[in-house]
């Protein structure tokens, strides 16, 4: 079992930056692949960025790619991503999750444990 905790959310303006954390606790943190995952009001829940066990691989979406960095410091249990040059429409619950699959991907289903999620809002 693993358990999930963000933290990092709030206010911004637009063109600002925040950093959002997400530790974890439970069964060895390094064996997850971890994700991050967002939903906006009135929206499904979408995939934002994932990164492999050991951080050699990063994917993102196309919606955040160049303004958006996933990390991970797996002697911390605790993944990262900063959020650079944030828009109005980057408003959302963010969610960390952790998936068992051989590698990071962007498929809500691959992830098994969720974290209760950040509140992040970007005013224009």
């Known amino acids: 079992q693993v358990q999930l905790v963000e933290s990092g959310g709030g206010l911004v303006q637009a063109g600002g930056s925040l950093r959002l954390s997400c530790a974890a606790s439970?069964?060895?943190?390094?064996?997850?692949?971890r994700g991050w995952f967002r939903q906006a009001p009135g929206k499904e829940r979408e995939f934002v960025a994932s990164?492999?066990?050991?951080?050699?691989?990063?994917y993102y979406a196309d919606s955040v790619k160049g303004r958006f960095t996933i990390s991970r410091d797996n002697a911390k249990n605790t993944v990262y991503l900063y959020m650079n040059s944030l828009k109005p429409e980057d408003t959302a619950v963010y969610y960390c999750?952790?998936?068992?699959?051989?590698?990071?991907?962007?498929?809500?289903?691959?992830?098994?444990?969720w974290g209760q999620g950040t509140q992040v809002t970007v005013s224009s």
């Open positions: 439970g069964r060895t943190f390094s064996v997850y692949n």
């Open positions: 999750a952790a998936s068992p699959t051989v590698r990071a991907t962007a498929v809500m289903n691959d992830y098994i444990y």
């Open positions: 990164i492999s066990r050991n951080s050699g691989n990063t």
